[in-house]
Each structure stands twice: as C-alpha cells, then as structure tokens.
C-alpha cells in the first residue's frame, strides 16, 4: 500500500472529523495568536493583503485562474510557521500532535552547514486534497546539541530542556485518543486546538536565569532561544504574496525592515520552487530568573530576546531531482559571485548577480517540462474530453495534438540555504558562525521516531497520476 492510500484512509468513528477541517481550525487560531501577540506582523499582513488586491486587479486573467483554481478569498491566509525544539521526545510527540491534523513530516534540512546548529523537516499535508483544503504546514527543528563545543554548557542547557513540558496534559491526552479512536469528534477537536496552541504561545518569562541566557546565547543565539523558554513559541507565521518583490519594496514605507535580500530564485516569468523574504526579528522584553534554575532566590530581573518576525513567501514549480541540480548549481554560481551582505549593502548586485546567472534555466513552461525539469500534472483538455484517448496513447501525441494540456505542480516544501538565510538575518547581522556540515538524517529520524517522506516521491506521483488520469502513457 502507498503512504499516500494509507493517509487517506477512512476515518474509523462515523464522527470524526476530517484532519484537515481541524488544520484550518488550528491554522486559523496560530494566526489570531500571532496576529495579537507581534503587531508588526499585523502590519504584513495588510501590507501583503493590499499588494495582492493590486495584482489581482491588473491581471484578470490571473484572478480567473486563481478563482477556478478556488480559494481566492483565502489568497494572503498564512501557509506555513516554524518552531525551534529542544529533544528527541519532544519532537517525537510533535509528530503525533501534527498527524491528528493530518500533517506528515516531508523532507529533511540540514542547517548545520549554514553555521545554524538544528536539523529539520516540515509537517505538511500530503495529498492534492488536502493541499488545496487547506496548505499550513510547519518547518520544524531540532536543536543540536552534539554542535556545542563547551561539554558543561551543553549538560547544562540537557538539564533545562529535560525538565520542562511543552504539551499541556490535555494536549497528550487528546493525542492519544485521536490515535486510538481514528480521529476527533468536532468537539474534541475544538479542545485539541485550544490545548494545542498552549504550546506555542509566547512566554515573556524565561525559564532561566539571565547569567545561563548570556553563556548559552554567546554559544549561539539559536541555542538560548530554544533552551530559555518553556515552550517552542511560534518564531514566524508566513502569508502567500503573488508579488513577493513588491511587498520587500515596500515594507520600508510601513516601518518595517526587511531582510537583506529575497532568498530563492530571481524573479522570473515561469516561477520556480520558492521565493521568500521576512522582516527581522523584534527586540522583546523577557523577565529571567534572578536566582538559580530551579527559582530559588526568588525575583525576577529585566532583559530582552530577539526571537519572533514575519515572512513572506511566494510559490513556484516543484522541479525533478535534475531541474533542482540545475537550480543548486545555478545559486551556488550566484552566490559565488556575490556573497549577500546580511547589512544588505551589495543586495542590488547580489539580486543582479542572480538574474543573470539564472539566464540559462529555461524560462517556458514547455521548455522546462521538455527538459524534464520539473513535474507537471496533466489533463483532459475540452476537445481531450469529447473524444477521450485510446488508453495507453502516447502522452506526447495527445499533448501535441490538443487533447492533454499540463499545468505545473507547485513546490509545497523548503529550501536549506533560503531557510539558512532566515534563520541568519534573524539572529543578527554578526553572528556568523561555522559549524562542520554534519548532516544525520539517521539520528535526525531516530528522534522522530518515523522516517521523513521524500518531496520528489511526492511530486512524482502526482505527475504519474494525472497521466494515468488522462489514460495515457509515457
Ligand atoms: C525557520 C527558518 C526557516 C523557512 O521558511 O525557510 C523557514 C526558523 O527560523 O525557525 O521558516
Ligand atoms: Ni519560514
């Protein structure tokens, strides 16, 4: 049986609910919290929201797609957040409390490479369906603290990590009755969500003194984000825009910064994988500890932690294993040229540098699928439909001849070295700092306590289904 049959399989109990309808609950509810909690990213959101009705104002032709396409009402709703985790069992548990809302871990990220000491995946859902009901997803990491050089620092941050909770007891038990019963009724869900979202709340009180934050901050800032607080607190949430340059113009005139540069590919006709950009992480006020980790000595003392910001993010083609190499080759070369300064004082050149680089990618949807660069779902077109094909027709001839048109599929994961870059204009603009590239997917899985799906098996059979769909062959 595929993974893509046994995650559609029917729900057990005649009143559970659709995982998805429970996403969108949970979605819905981040985004509130978020919304209230970090008002600049209320600011995005308008920001977003205005550039989108602009665009779709100038383009007809592009609402329409977008309106048959359906959801145009829900263009700028967020697609994705991330949180930072701090152990093995709390991202296994993670796992679980995403499967009730029938998001799968896809992909594996290793951002030590980037001088980031995490590994990650993204819980997303799978199918088209499910995709198209409702695309949330969240990019999760791992903490690592087998990259932290100082032995006692790191017993110490295990013993901080080892001692908290991130899920509230109503969380776990809703988990673990979601996993007995199939599913939750609509009631249990709604308490599912409110449980859930507990655990990533912001918290204005650390869970450490402030003498431990500095050391495990000047070991890396990463590291005091995640061992400092009593929770994995939602660090961004991140709106689709349909013109993602627009909005990084623009943030300025609304009094927020943006990032150096937009991370991903240049600005092209034919839009591939993923574009993203954020404004930098806010400056907020933290209560510590003032005594020792276990609170003896009593008060409380003043000091500040930079954590939370916004994003954007722009969607484009998944591409085949060889349209990716093409792409990793293509930004490496760029990047080779010109390093982007995270002051943002060579973005001009680094975003021309790009452009011109990228001048050999196709830049036709026909060229791209002809190359076999990246993965394309196909269909009856109206005259295909009067006159369906013999089953088994070559897929070519029907495509030539009018029957069978083809559509892109879009890239619903990430990218290292963009997710590297927003992690880093994140945690400052000086704090670069080189780790040896040690990806383990091995323990990285092992953690989980589940393997990670491959994206490209993903995409792959999307194409493959739609040609079976067509009843022809390849
Ligand atoms: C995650 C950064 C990566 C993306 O969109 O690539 C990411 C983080 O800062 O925790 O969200
Ligand atoms: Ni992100």
């Not at 152990?87 to 951002?111: C, H, I, K, W």
């Not at 819980?123 to 903490?143: H, I, M, Q, Y």
């Not at 994140?426 to 799906?453: H, I, K, Y």
């Amino acid at each position: 049986m595929s993974v893509l049959t046994i995650l559609s399989a029917d729900a057990t109990s005649p009143d559970v609910i659709s995982p998805d309808a429970i996403r969108t609950l949970f979605s819905t509810a981040m985004s509130e919290m978020y919304r209230t909690e970090v008002p600049a990213y209320q600011t995005l959101m308008e920001l977003v929201s205005e550039v989108n009705e602009a665009v779709l104002a100038a383009d007809p032709a592009e609402r329409r797609r977008l309106e048959s396409a359906g959801g145009l009402d829900r263009i700028t709703e967020e697609r994705h957040g991330a949180i930072r985790l701090g152990t093995a069992n709390e991202l296994s548990t993670m796992r679980r409390l995403f499967a009730v809302m029938g998001m799968q871990p896809v992909g594996y990220y290793d951002l030590s490479e980037a001088g980031v000491p995490v590994h990650s995946t993204a819980f997303r859902p799978v199918t088209d369906e499910a995709l198209g009901r409702n695309p949330f997803r969240v990019f999760t990491s791992l903490l690592r603290l087998d990259l932290i050089a100082d032995a006692a620092l790191r017993r110490e941050a295990e013993q901080v990590l080892a001692a908290r909770s991130i899920f509230t007891p109503g969380c776990l038990a809703l988990i673990g009755k979601a996993e007995a019963e199939g599913g939750l009724d609509e009631g249990d869900a709604g308490h599912f969500v409110a449980e859930a979202l507990e655990t990533f709340r912001w918290h204005s009180r650390a869970n450490v003194p402030l003498d431990l934050y500095h050391r495990l901050h000047d070991a890396h800032r990463l590291i005091a984000d995640v061992v400092s607080f009593k929770g994995p607190h939602i660090n961004h949430l991140t709106p689709r825009t349909l013109d993602i340059d627009a909005v990084q113009r623009l943030m300025p005139e609304k009094g927020i910064s943006p990032k150096a540069v937009v991370e991903g590919p240049p600005t092209r006709r034919c839009p591939i994988l993923l574009r993203q950009t954020s404004f930098k992480a806010l400056s907020e006020p933290v209560d510590f500890r003032d005594g020792d980790v276990d609170g003896a000595g009593g008060g409380w003392r003043s000091g500040v932690h930079t954590a939370r910001f916004g994003e954007i993010e722009q969607r484009g083609i998944a591409l085949t294993p060889k349209g990716r190499a093409l792409y990793d080759t293509l930004l490496q070369d760029s990047r080779r040229l010109v390093a982007p300064a995270a002051d943002g004082s060579n973005a001009a050149q680094y975003m021309a540098a790009l452009q011109e680089v990228f001048a050999p990618f196709p830049d036709s949807w026909d060229d791209i699928r002809r190359q076999g660069l990246g993965y394309f779902a196909y269909s009856l077109t109206e005259a295909g439909r009067g006159t369906p094909p013999a089953p088994g027709t070559d897929l070519e001839t029907l495509v030539e001849s009018g029957l069978v048109r083809f559509d892109p599929v879009v890239y619903e994961d990430f990218l290292p070295v963009s997710a590297a870059g927003i992690f880093q204009s994140n945690l400052g603009d000086d704090s670069q700092q080189d780790f040896t590239a040690s990806p383990n997917q091995q323990r990285f899985e092992a953690d989980l306590g589940a393997p990670v799906l491959n994206p490209f098996d993903l995409y792959a059979e999307v194409e493959r289904a739609s040609i079976a769909g067509c009843g022809a062959a390849r």
